[in-house]
């Protein structure tokens, strides 16, 4: 996906001389990264075929599902010595159902969701938590250290998604607890 954090991740990759073979579901995304010097691909199969290994970062698990199993999807170019690496944030049993699939087919598989938003994704700052194939993750490091500041090697896959959800969880509370502290501040006069 070349959405607000595919597409910077993308551009780190170019600008850090990787060939880059780019496929989204919205053609008009591709247009950028085509300018960068990127190869814009009709289909998923044909990046994967041409890939030996293949990224993807979409919006939510349904997608990521969709993208990997359906006709026309990744998993029918998927063959050994290929490798798939999914930096979408999904739930450890969406994880852990495209690995086995791509596994059966020969095929290496990461998960490696990222922490961070936009601007870390153009900075090339993200830190990305990675889980899988432990040969895939060091044919991908040159690739996770254009994209991110810190890449985490996890173990088996769900570990990633886990790992993810206990970021976010901690990110959340912390923030809530600002807000609950402002609140409090407010309420008792303080100037803020």
Avoid at 20 to 34: G, Q
Avoid at 180 to 188: D, I, N, Q, T
Wanted: aromatic share 6%; proline share 3%.
């Amino acid at each position: 996906g070349l959405g607000i954090m595919g597409r910077e991740m993308a551009k780190n990759l170019l600008t850090t001389g990787h060939h880059l073979t780019v496929w989204n579901r919205n053609k008009d995304k591709c247009a950028e990264l085509a300018k960068l010097g990127a190869t814009v691909a009709p289909t998923i199969t044909a990046v994967v075929s041409a890939s030996d290994i293949t990224f993807a970062c979409v919006s939510t698990p349904s997608a990521s599902h969709e993208i990997f199993f359906k006709k026309g999807g990744v998993l029918e170019s998927l063959s050994p010595g290929k490798g798939y690496v999914d930096m979408s944030t999904v739930d450890a049993n969406t994880a852990i159902a495209i690995s086995e699939a791509a596994t059966l087919k020969g095929a290496q598989f990461l998960e490696a969701p990222v922490s961070g938003s936009k601007k870390p994704a153009q900075d090339g700052q993200l830190v990305i938590l990675a889980a899988g194939s432990s040969s895939l993750f060091h044919q991908a490091t040159a690739a996770f250290d254009a994209m991110g500041k810190k890449t985490f090697f996890l173990g088996k896959v769900g570990s990633g998604a886990n790992l993810k959800l206990v970021v976010n969880l901690m990110m959340g509370t912390v923030t809530t607890a600002l807000c609950e502290g402002m609140a409090l501040a407010k309420k008792a006069g303080v100037c803020q």
